[in-house]
Nanobody, 121 residues
Framework: QVQLVESGGGLVQAGGSLRLSCAGS????????MGWYRQAPGKQRELVAL???????NVADSVKGRFTISRDNAKNMVYLQMNSLKPEDTAVYYC???????????????WGQGTQVTVSS
């Protein structure tokens, strides 16, 4: 089983910055993808950014140029640097990972518990 724990959320004024961190732990053989989704009140969960093994990055258009995702494979960690934050970035941010617990197991999807990011105008 893989556990994901986020940290770094909080309250910030528009134009400010926050850095989210997510640590993966437990029985991990490999992680193919780590990243971030978010869900605002009354809206569906949406992709923010993904870091795929091999170096590929997928970033939502709404945050391009403002948010940067990075990954530390040796530590099973992923980060999200959020700059120039806007009130519409307010949401619960969830860490996501696609991981295998062993060489022979099937890859599964894992989610963190979420961390609140609130951007005031």
């Amino acid at each position: 089983q893989v556990q994901l724990v986020e940290s770094g959320g909080g309250l910030v004024q528009a134009g400010g910055s926050l850095r989210l961190s997510c640590a993966g732990s437990g029985r991990i053989f490999s992680i193919s993808v780590m990243g971030w989704y978010r869900q605002a009140p009354g809206k569906q969960r949406e992709l923010v950014a993904l870091a795929i093994s091999g170096g590929s990055i997928n970033v939502a258009d709404s945050v391009k140029g403002r948010f940067t995702i990075s990954r530390d494979n040796a530590k099973n960690m992923v980060y999200l640097q959020m700059n120039s934050l806007k009130p519409e970035d307010t949401a619960v941010y969830y860490c996501y990972a696609g991981a295998k617990a062993s060489m022979l197991s099937t890859e599964r999807q894992y989610w963190g518990q979420g961390t609140q990011v609130t951007v005031s105008s």
